[in-house]
Every structure is written in C-alpha cells, then in structure tokens.
T-cell receptor, first 111, second 114 residues
Framework: DAKTTQPNSMESNEEEPVHLPCNHSTISGTDYIHWYRQLPSQGPEYVIHGLTSNVNNRMASLAIAEDRKSSTLILHRATLRDAAVYYCILRPLGANSKLTFGKGITLSVRP | DARVTQTPRHKVTEMGQEVTMRCQPILGHNTVFWYRQTMMQGLELLAYFRNRAPLDDSGMPKDRFSAEMPDATLATLKIQPSEPRDSAVYFC????????????FGSGTQLSVL
C-alpha cells in the first residue's frame, strides 16, 4: 500500500485557518486521498476525500497538488472542537479496498 | 441520525476468558470493518466484510480471534482465550460498499484483560 507522511503535531489558534500537510510521493493513479479525524475518546470520523481536483465540504477543504504527491487539509476557522488526530490515508479505487490508518497528525487549538 | 452501535462500551475480564464484542452496522450498509487501537500500534485493521462475507482477516491473530456476521445487522468479534496484550479499544465501522464509501465508526469497546 502506498504510504503517507504527516508531521507528528501542529498547533493553531482558535478562529484562524489551519493547513494540515500530507506527503504521498508513491501515490498511484487509482489512489484516492481520504482524511479522517479522531476526537478524544471517540471513533474516527470521515472528513473529506478527493482524487485530483480540490474538494470542499462543510467541514473542510482538500487541496491536492498537481502532481498528486502531496495534499493539504484546510480547516477555514479552527475551533476548540477541531482538536483531534487527523489521518491522511490513500485508499485504492475499488469497493473492496482497505482503509489503513497511519499515525496521523495531532492538532492542538489554542483559545 | 443513523449510527454504528457497539456493545459493550467497556469490558473488564480476566486472562483466559472468552470475550465477545458486538457491532450493529448502519441499516443498509454492507461493508463492516473491525479495528483495534492501542497507544503503541495506533489503529490496526483486523478484518473486514462485504455482504457478510470476509474479504480480509489477515490483520487478526487467527489462533484466538474470530470475526463473523451472523446476519446483516450484527457483526461479532470474539477472543478466546483472552490475554492481557489484547487490552485495547476495538472499533467497528460500516459503509455502503460503494467505491470511495465513507466509513462510519462506532464509539468502540474498551477492553481490559487482567
């Protein structure tokens, strides 16, 4: 499985934008980029996913580099509730494909 | 809101005892995943099912773990006999089974084996 690399941690200030980077230099053409997050004492939660084009939803935006070797999850205005571990995952196209988690990045939000 | 339900939320047992964890996927979902989370190993995929058939259980210790789906509304993960190293949070997730499905996770079963 193609791997992703994320920093271990990041800090941000409340109400400011947050950019969470992810490197995936060995991504293949059929790998989708998925982001999940895990709030303290909860199960993971889907955030967003994309293939080539940038994606927006109510939770976040996903910016994908033109060569697809990296991507950035953007939280437009961080809140204290956004403090969580964020996982960047490559998932091959196909209904039977796995979702394999790495270590993720721990986001702290300062009031 | 539809959600994945896991029972029990907490389980404390003694080494050697059988443990059964249950998961009720969201109605209409046909893929079910089992994960285990520890501080050391993070989130590990144990097994996953599609339409109640196991697709991959290579992440599961075969000698003591077993995963089944007796019907579409119930998935079970059993450990027999349990060992202290099995102490972890076990998560179940379900999805529609389509390409790039979103997975919805339960709140987990926190297992402590003494």
């Amino acid at each position: 499985d193609a791997k992703t690399t994320q920093p271990n941690s990041m800090e941000s200030n409340e109400e400011e934008p947050v950019h969470l980077p992810c490197n995936h230099s060995t991504i293949s053409g059929t790998d989708y980029i998925h982001w999940y997050r895990q709030l303290p004492s909860q199960g993971p939660e889907y955030v967003i996913h994309g293939l080539t084009s940038n994606v927006n939803n109510r939770m976040a935006s996903l910016a994908i580099a033109e060569d697809r070797k990296s991507s950035t999850l953007i939280l437009h205005r961080a809140t204290l509730r956004d403090a969580a571990v964020y996982y960047c995952i490559l998932r091959p196209l196909g209904a039977n494909s796995k979702l394999t988690f790495g270590k993720g990045i721990t986001l702290s939000v300062r009031p | 809101d539809a959600r994945v339900t896991q029972t029990p939320r907490h389980k404390v047992t003694e080494m050697g005892q059988e443990v059964t964890m249950r998961c009720q996927p969201i109605l209409g979902h046909n893929t079910v995943f089992w994960y285990r989370q520890t501080m050391m190993q993070g989130l590990e995929l144990l097994a996953y099912f599609r339409n109640r058939a196991p697709l991959d259980d290579s992440g599961m210790p075969k000698d003591r773990f077993s995963a089944e789906m007796p019907d579409a509304t119930l998935a079970t993960l059993k450990i027999q006999p349990s060992e202290p190293r099995d102490s972890a949070v076990y998560f179940c997730a379900s999805g529609l089974g389509t390409d790039n499905e979103k997975l919805f996770f339960g709140s987990g079963t926190q297992l402590s084996v003494l």
